[in-house]
């Protein structure tokens, strides 16, 4: 096993294969082993070998001081080497034609479980973009609660959907653009921490020292939607890379959904777009998401949307505190007086309730007297 690491890692630094070329080489031959060790006769076994291919692989050689670095770095760190032929790699991954011959990962996630989903959008996530991860992530784990979730772990959606799955119990793993001896954003490094101690982690095609340059997150991105049965867009410009992952999750005949947004919100431009021109499906909830993709699980679907999971988010309130959130389920961002009015609660009573629901972390206060509903 050691070995055909060595050689796999050494194959994927040897300059001048595109990504298909490389799998290909890999897969007719059986093994990087079996590539090394006709790397100066190739055409033995593939007679058909370009005159690129056949010059290339006579320097496979010298590739192997860094991949034996390598693998002494990783076996020190705790990092596990996933090539493409090992049990352990992302089975879904393997499916697609420009898969990464070899994988690097933090953590003790199961890749290969029997759910998974990558959620995306911008950088510069919005409230309203927050609070839909927040409340959909809690639905996704009264449905579906062995999903496992991926993203970017960059700011924004990624960050905010790594920390909710967190809270939540749910596995969650990310997809990084450079190598496992750092973490970029260098905020994001005790979230990923918590990540790889809680049945996650992370994970590149990069070896380390690998900086995140921008080409690298373009690259990534084909993992990022690759590694998941299905991909959600929460929020997106009219131009963003979440759309490119979208593009490319396509691309691989995964299915595509979005949420969507206010007209003229520039963080939803690209959503609404995106299920206008049918490239990807309108879902409102967690249930629309698990009916669409049939996770039947323990708890039953129609049982889950006849009691209404939002009711299981809010266990604990009283009837007046109900009517308070109905009131904000109906139309959010209220001020006090109107409230009152749609509450049908006294000021003095109304003003109680509300500090006891921003306790409880279901509403908070905003500028100029208006009261925002976060789980809803």
């Known amino acids: 096993m050691k070995q055909e690491h060595l050689y796999a890692i050494a194959l994927t630094r040897t300059s001048g294969f595109n990504l298909p070329a490389l799998l290909e080489l890999y897969q007719k031959t059986g093994s990087a082993t079996a590539v090394y060790e006709h790397r100066n006769n190739i055409r033995d076994i593939l007679p058909d070998a370009s005159k690129h291919l056949v010059e290339g692989l006579k320097n496979l050689n010298d590739m192997l001081p860094f991949a034996e670095c390598e693998l002494q770095y990783d076996e020190q760190h705790g990092i596990e080497v996933l090539c493409f032929n090992d049990e352990n790699y992302p089975q879904r991954m393997r499916e ?6 070899v994988l690097y990962k933090r953590g003790n996630a199961n890749l290969n479980k029997q759910r998974t989903l990558n959620i995306i959008g911008t ?8 609070d839909l991860i927040r409340v959909f992530i809690r639905e996704l784990k009264s449905v579906c609660p062995d999903v496992l979730v991926f993203s970017g772990l960059a700011y924004g959606v990624d960050i905010c959907a790594h920390r909710e799955s967190l809270a939540n119990g749910l596995d969650t793993v990310g997809v990084v653009a450079h190598g496992l001896d750092t973490v970029y954003p260098r ?7 918590e990540m790889c101690q809680k049945r996650g982690g992370i ?12 080409k690298n997150f373009v690259q990534r991105n084909r993992i990022v939607a690759g590694c998941a049965d299905a991909t959600l867009l929460i929020e997106s410009a009219n131009k963003g ?7 490319i999750a396509r691309s691989y005949s995964r299915d595509v959904f979005a949420f969507p947004g206010a007209i003229g919100a520039e963080y939803s431009e690209g959503c609404n777009n995106l299920i206008r021109d049918n490239g990807a499906s309108l879902i409102t ?9 049939n996770w039947d699980n323990d708890i039953k679907l129609e049982k889950a949307q006849q009691q209404g999971i939002e009711r299981s988010l809010f266990p604990d309130l009283s009837d007046d505190e109900k009517a308070i959130v109905n009131a904000l389920q109906k139309q959010n961002d209220l001020q006090i007086n109107m409230l009152s009015v749609q509450a049908n ?6 003003m109680a309730l509300l500090f006891e629901l921003e306790m409880k972390g279901i509403i908070k206060t905003m500028a100029g007297g208006y009261y925002h509903l976060l789980d809803c």
Do not use: F
């Not at 994970?203 to 921008?214: A, L, R």
């Not at 890379?241 to 593009?247: D, E, M």
């Not at 609660?345 to 109304?350: S, V």
């Open 96 to 101: 697609c034609a420009d898969a990464p011959l």
């Open 123 to 130: 950088r510069n996530c919005t409230r309203y973009g927050r």
């Open 187 to 193: 905020m994001h490094t005790e979230t990923a921490k």
């Open 203 to 214: 994970i590149t095609e990069y070896t380390t020292k690998t900086q995140p340059v921008p």
């Open 241 to 247: 890379g979440g759309l490119i992952t979208c593009s």
């Open 285 to 293: 909830s967690a249930y629309d998401l698990a009916k669409a993709m």
């Open 345 to 350: 609660l006294p000021m003095a009573r109304l």
